[in-house]
């Protein structure tokens, strides 16, 4: 069920966040930063432990992910599926190596 929030957010409609699945784990990258795991502690809601964040993804009517919001320690962020990205960037990485190599996108179930 982690592969529904693997894809593209913008915070403040500038910064890429990407969601990305190594395994069956999440993790959030962004430029110039290491990847961080997300750790579920329920169905749609994480903890970030290096950062001590609490994550929690934003759903529509249909249950579709358009977003999160982030508690951390200096205060709250929301980003946003990015709407050019939110069909075409679900990919996962593939296990076998400490940095993974892109995979084949992931088909929608």
């Known amino acids: 069920m982690l ?13 890429e966040i990407k969601m990305q699945l190594d395994g069956s ?3 959030a990258i962004s430029e110039g930063t290491p990847r961080y795991e ?3 502690t329920s169905e749609k809601e994480f903890y970030l432990p ?4 609490d994550v929690a993804f934003e759903v529509d009517a ?3 992910v358009v977003g999160f919001s982030a ?19 679900r990919w996962s990485l593939t296990s076998g190596s400490s940095q993974g190599t892109c995979g084949a996108p992931d088909r929608e179930q």
């Open 3 to 15: 592969s529904r929030y693997v894809g593209s957010y913008l915070l403040d409609q500038t910064v």
């Open 25 to 27: 784990r999440l993790f």
């Open 38 to 40: 997300l750790k579920p």
């Open 50 to 53: 290096d950062l001590d964040a």
């Open 62 to 64: 249909n249950e579709r």
């Open 71 to 89: 508690k951390l320690p200096m205060g709250t962020i929301t980003a946003e599926l990015a709407p050019s990205l939110a069909s075409s960037s």
